[in-house]
């Protein structure tokens, strides 16, 4: 589904990604794992498309497509979707207009006929209920008001109703209690498949206990540094992120000698 | 002394007409403004000097200017009282129905300004009792001297009661300007309006233009609302690449009485409208708010005044512009308390977006306090639509020029997200649905 060679990102006139490699068959959940300022709002960024996250080198297939040729709202259309880290609060956008104008951009890209306002709030209120989110919401602006629970919830609201090929969830654990985090999960959960993809950043190894990964990578520094299966962030959480940089540097201090 | 003021002063007028006059000699002293003054500085004075500034003589039943069909029935939609086509008023030509005669009757209308020394009009000559200081602009000067008349509305409680009209009931009056391809020169239209005490007046004036009009049109306003009188006023339409608009409004207000001034407008080829409103009574209060959509080589010139001069007077100005193409848009706000006017609160927000690389913004918020126990709070910006939310929109499907309609469009609607009252809530919705619906 997703093959990333040597990909190198620069943001800012800084090199931010340094030759990145990740393959995610259709079907799989990748867990990618690291310390802060490592690169990963990066990695999701440059997959949605993001102006000024600018691919110096390497290449990015998506179904053997090249991804880096298509604008945002094509890749949306042809299949990916990132959960934002820190979603974007839009006032005076409504909430529900803003989704179903997308969901119908993304289906008048693909030559599918547009979905009418009963069959949308139709299926609106059936993802809502999954991840118990107020009917409410909907009338609001987009994430204006939410508090940060619910901004992270009605990204994974967002997935269920779009129904992405690749979901990229960035730190979408981070700052929800446990009742919330469950919540996400079982949206998740309820939406993977053999034809369906996740890459799930987070920082902590407590996400994966209800999304459990087909694999685990860490990345530092701009790169994978170590992958692994499950059993991977649980070693994590135990010794730290300090832990990998120690052994990097028993690596690379192997390979010199 | 520009060519243009030496033929404006050579214009004849009847030595009786005393405002006139008076007008026409601090003209020749100050003469017409150039980009020196302040007021001027981002306005193209040297392409106003290029009309044959005296209006064309008046004589609307010969000259009736033939508008093309769609112009027509887009004006018969908006179902206007009055018509200004190329600043002449137009004579109903069709026999109304006799609620309409009745409603019409009651609006004096005059040709041209009414003798200064007849006792009943006096009440209706606002402007003389405005601060002198404000007669410094030329090309208002230049309004009051050469008018060609304009609109005298006197609206209070007794000719309500009179006419078996219920005198609390909302008065509306609408008046529509339409600039012709016919070539017309720059005729000069002043109205005087004075909402009677307790009374109110819904005011909404629509620009319309044919596609490859030319023309020049200097509007007046002299607005006087007494205690507790409330006037709603709005302003939109778009004038066209090509023609240009210089606007006048003095508003005067009493004690209690309330002003609510809606501008929604894709300008003209030169915009330039300066509304001076004087709070000179106890509680007076001014909402303005602004949305102009400037685009091609439009260059528009917004320059608002509130003067409070009395206690517990309030002000809420918000001004939003958006600018594109090579679009120039020019935002003077100033709040003036003046001594004495104390427990002021008074306010001004200018937000602006460029939307393309030559687009140009320049406000001058102005704040000055010469009193105790004032709230004041002013503040301008300039900026860009918000990349993160493009992003966020893009990333969800929306193709980039719908994600920016959206965004410019959420930028627009916001200042009339808090009218409640539901009509005007439709009217400015509409206008706003309009300006914004042309690619910006
Ligand atoms: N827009 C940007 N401008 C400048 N530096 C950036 C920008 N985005 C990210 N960076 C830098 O790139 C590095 C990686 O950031 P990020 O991908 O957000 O890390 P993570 O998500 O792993 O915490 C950090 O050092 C950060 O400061
Ligand atoms: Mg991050």
Same mark, same amino acid.
């Given at each position: 589904?997703?093959?990333?060679?040597?990909?190198?990102?620069?943001?800012?006139?800084?090199?931010? /990604?340094?030759?990145?490699? /990740?393959?995610?068959?259709?079907?799989?959940?990748?867990?990618?794992?690291?310390?802060?300022?490592?690169?990963?709002?990066?990695?999701?960024?440059?997959?949605?498309?993001?102006?000024?996250?600018?691919?110096?080198?390497?290449?990015?297939?998506?179904?053997?497509?090249?991804?880096?040729?298509?604008?945002?709202?094509?890749?949306?259309?042809?299949?990916?979707?990132?959960?934002?880290?820190?979603?974007?609060?839009?006032?005076?956008?409504?909430?529900?207009?803003?989704?179903?104008?997308?969901?119908?951009?993304?289906?008048?890209?693909?030559?599918?006929?547009?979905?009418?306002?009963?069959?949308?709030?139709?299926?609106?209120?059936?993802?809502?209920?999954?991840?118990?989110?107020?009917?409410?919401?909907?009338?609001?602006?987009?994430?204006?008001?939410?508090?940060?629970?619910?901004?992270?919830?009605?990204?994974?609201?967002?997935?269920?109703?779009?129904?992405?090929? /690749?979901?990229?969830?960035?730190?979408?654990?981070?700052?929800?209690?446990?009742?919330?985090?469950?919540?996400?999960?079982?949206?998740?959960?309820?939406?993977?498949?053999?034809?369906?993809?996740?890459?799930?950043?987070?920082?902590?190894?407590?996400?994966?206990?209800?999304?459990?990964?087909?694999?685990?990578?860490?990345?530092?520094?701009?790169?994978?540094?170590?992958?692994?299966?499950?059993?991977?962030?649980?070693?994590?959480?135990?010794?730290?992120?300090?832990?990998?940089?120690?052994?990097?540097?028993?690596?690379?201090?192997?390979?010199?000698? | 002394m520009s060519?243009l003021l030496e033929e404006l002063l050579?214009?004849?007028?009847?030595?009786?007409?005393?405002?006139?006059?008076?007008a026409r000699e601090r003209l020749r002293i100050i003469g017409l403004p150039d980009a020196r003054h302040?007021g001027w500085?981002?306005t193209?004075v040297?392409?106003l000097l290029?009309?044959?500034l005296?209006?064309?003589? $008046?004589?609307?039943? $010969?000259?009736?200017?033939?508008?093309?069909?769609?112009?027509?029935?887009?004006?018969?939609?908006?179902?206007?009282?009055?018509?200004?086509?190329?600043?002449?008023?137009?004579?109903?030509?069709?026999?109304?129905?006799?609620?309409?005669?009745?409603?019409?009757?009651?609006?004096? =209308?005059?040709? @041209?300004?009414?003798?200064?020394?007849?006792?009943?009009?006096?009440?209706?000559?606002?402007?003389?009792?405005?601060?002198?200081?404000f007669l410094e602009d030329g090309f208002e000067l230049a309004n009051i001297a050469f008018?060609?008349?304009?609109?005298?509305?006197?609206?209070?409680?007794?000719?309500?009661?009179?006419?078996?009209?219920?005198?609390?009931?909302?008065?509306?009056?609408?008046?529509?300007?339409?600039?012709?391809?016919?070539?017309?020169?720059?005729?000069h239209?002043?109205?005087?309006?004075?909402?009677?005490?307790?009374?109110?007046?819904?005011?909404?004036?629509?620009?319309?233009?044919?596609?490859?009009?030319?023309?020049?049109?200097n509007?007046g306003?002299?607005?006087?609302?007494?205690?507790?009188?409330?006037?709603?006023?709005?302003?939109?339409?778009?004038?066209?690449?090509? =023609?240009?608009?210089l606007?006048f409004?003095?508003?005067?207000?009493? &004690?209690?009485?309330?002003?609510?001034?809606?501008?929604?407008?894709?300008?003209?080829?030169?915009?330039r409208?300066a509304?001076?409103?004087?709070?000179?009574?106890?509680? &007076?209060?001014?909402?303005?708010?602004?949305?102009?959509?400037?685009?091609?080589?439009?260059?528009?010139?917004?320059?608002?005044? $509130?003067?409070?001069?009395?206690?517990?007077?309030?002000?809420?100005?918000?001004?939003?512009?958006?600018?594109?193409?090579?679009?120039?848009?020019?935002?003077?706000?100033?709040?003036?308390?003046?001594?004495?006017?104390?427990?002021? @609160?008074?306010?001004?927000?200018?937000? =602006?977006?460029?939307?393309?690389?030559?687009?140009?913004? =320049?406000?001058?918020?102005?704040?000055?306090?010469?009193?105790?126990?004032? *709230?004041?709070?002013?503040?301008?910006?300039?900026?860009?639509? @918000?990349?993160?939310?493009?992003?966020?929109?893009?990333?969800?499907?929306?193709?980039?020029?719908?994600?920016?309609?959206?965004?410019?469009?959420?930028?627009?609607?916001?200042?009339?997200?808090?009218?409640?009252?539901?009509?005007?809530?439709?009217?400015?919705?509409?206008?706003?649905?309009?300006?914004?619906? *042309?690619?910006?």
């Open positions: 589904m997703l093959t990333i060679e040597n990909l190198h990102v620069r943001v800012a006139g800084k090199e931010i /990604l340094k030759g990145l490699n /990740l393959n995610v068959k259709a079907g799989e959940v990748h867990a990618i794992m690291g310390p802060n300022g490592a690169g990963k709002s990066t990695l999701g960024y440059v997959l949605a498309g993001r102006d000024g996250y600018d691919v110096t080198e390497g290449r990015i297939l998506f179904n053997g497509e090249d991804l880096t040729t298509l604008e945002p709202d094509a890749r949306a259309a042809a299949g990916v979707f990132l959960a934002f880290q820190y979603p974007v609060e839009i006032p005076g956008v409504n909430n529900t207009y803003f989704l179903r104008a997308a969901l119908n951009a993304q289906r008048k890209a693909r030559g599918e006929p547009e979905m009418d306002s009963m069959n949308f709030l139709k299926l609106v209120r059936e993802k809502l209920k999954v991840l118990h989110l107020k009917d409410e919401l909907l009338n609001r602006a987009v994430n204006e008001g939410f508090s940060g629970g619910e901004k992270k919830r009605n990204e994974i609201f967002q997935m269920a109703l779009l129904e992405p090929k /690749l979901a990229i969830l960035d730190e979408t654990d981070s700052g929800l209690d446990i009742d919330a985090l469950k919540l996400v999960a079982e949206g998740v959960n309820a939406l993977r498949s053999a034809q369906r993809s996740f890459v799930v950043i987070t920082h902590y190894q407590r996400l994966l206990d209800y999304i459990v990964p087909d694999v685990v990578h860490v990345l530092a520094d701009g790169r994978i540094v170590q992958s692994g299966d499950k059993d991977l962030a649980l070693k994590l959480e135990e010794h730290g992120y300090t832990w990998i940089r120690e052994r990097r540097r028993e690596e690379q201090a192997a390979l010199s000698s | 060519g050579a214009h004849p007028l009847d030595r009786s007409e005393q405002n006139r006059l008076r302040e500085r981002y193209p040297r392409s290029t009309w044959p005296h209006a064309p003589e $008046v004589d609307p039943e $010969v000259e009736v200017p033939e508008l093309p069909e769609d112009l027509i029935e887009d004006l018969e939609a908006l179902e206007p009282d009055f018509i200004y086509v190329d600043g002449v008023m137009q004579e109903e030509e069709d026999e109304s129905d006799d609620e309409e005669e009745e409603f019409e009757e009651r609006f004096d =209308n005059f040709e @041209d300004l009414p003798d200064f020394d007849e006792p009943d009009l006096d009440r209706a000559q606002p402007y003389s009792r405005l601060h002198p200081d008018n060609q008349g304009g609109l005298v509305l006197d609206i209070d409680a007794e000719s309500g009661i009179e006419d078996g009209v219920d005198p609390d009931a909302e008065q509306t009056l609408v008046l529509a300007y339409v600039s012709s391809s016919e070539p017309a020169g720059f005729p239209v002043r109205h005087r309006i004075r909402v009677g005490a307790g009374q109110s007046l819904t005011l909404v004036e629509h620009f319309l233009h044919e596609p490859d009009s030319k023309q020049a049109l509007l306003h002299e607005i006087e609302l007494e205690a507790g009188a409330t006037l709603r006023w709005v302003r939109m339409g778009d004038m066209g690449d090509a =023609n240009q608009l606007g409004a003095r508003l005067r207000l009493e &004690a209690g009485a309330s002003v609510h001034l809606y501008e929604l407008t894709r300008g003209a080829g030169l915009y409208q509304t001076q409103v004087d709070l000179s009574g106890v509680g &007076a209060r001014c909402e303005a708010t602004a949305v102009l959509a400037i685009d091609g080589r439009r260059h528009a010139d917004l320059q608002w005044r $509130v003067d409070h001069r009395a206690r517990d007077t309030s002000a809420d100005l918000k001004m939003r512009g958006l600018v594109s193409g090579r679009g120039k848009l020019s935002v003077g706000g100033s709040l003036i308390v003046h001594a004495g006017a104390d427990g002021t @609160d008074t306010r001004l927000s200018n937000k =602006n977006l460029l939307l393309s690389e030559h687009a140009e913004v =320049n406000t001058k918020p102005v704040l000055e306090i010469d009193a105790d126990e004032v *709230k004041a709070a002013h503040g301008a910006t300039v900026g860009q639509l @918000d990349e993160r939310a493009l992003f966020y929109m893009r990333s969800r499907g929306l193709p980039e020029t719908l994600a920016r309609q959206l965004l410019t469009r959420a930028f627009a609607f916001e200042v009339i997200s808090g009218v409640d009252d539901d009509s005007l809530k439709a009217l400015l919705d509409m206008a706003l649905t309009k300006m914004m619906a *042309k690619p910006a």
